[in-house]
């Protein structure tokens, strides 16, 4: 059954970095797009970054433009989001998922199906 994993999470003092990672088993991996999401608690869930289709554009919220970068790895199946310049307001458990549609909609969650089970991220200040 296909999945997504994350990992590279963890704890890192404000003005640091962290690089996640998502994982796939499932093929075609290159043919779709991933996008990364995040919850802080209390919080509904935000988009952050995403691959809007296989080989389409790349989008980012405001909130991290300039500080997280998402990256693809095709061969192996994953997809990176590369955070520096960590903020406190950063920390959440931070989701990635794949996106069916070819919109450009990509901080809409209902364009996903399928979900891994989190990384959590904390930024100390």
């Known amino acids: 059954q296909e999945k997504f994993v994350e990992s590279g999470g963890g704890l890192v003092q404000a003005g640091g970095s962290l690089r996640l990672s998502c994982v796939t088993s499932g093929r075609n991996f290159n043919s779709y797009g991933v996008g990364w999401f995040r919850q802080a608690p209390g919080k509904r869930r935000e988009f952050v970054a995403a691959?809007?289709?296989?080989?389409?554009?790349?989008q980012y919220a405001d909130s991290v433009k300039g500080r997280f970068t998402i990256s693809r790895d095709n061969a192996k199946n994953t997809v990176y989001l590369q955070m520096n310049s960590l903020k406190p307001e950063d920390t959440a458990v931070y989701y990635c998922?794949?996106?069916?549609?070819?919109?450009?909609?990509?901080?809409?969650?209902?364009?996903?199906?399928?979900w891994g089970q989190g990384t959590q991220v904390t930024v100390s200040s």
């Open positions: 998922a794949r996106k069916f549609s070819t919109t450009l909609a990509a901080h809409l969650d209902f364009e996903y199906d399928l």
């Open positions: 691959f809007s289709w296989g080989a389409g554009p790349t």
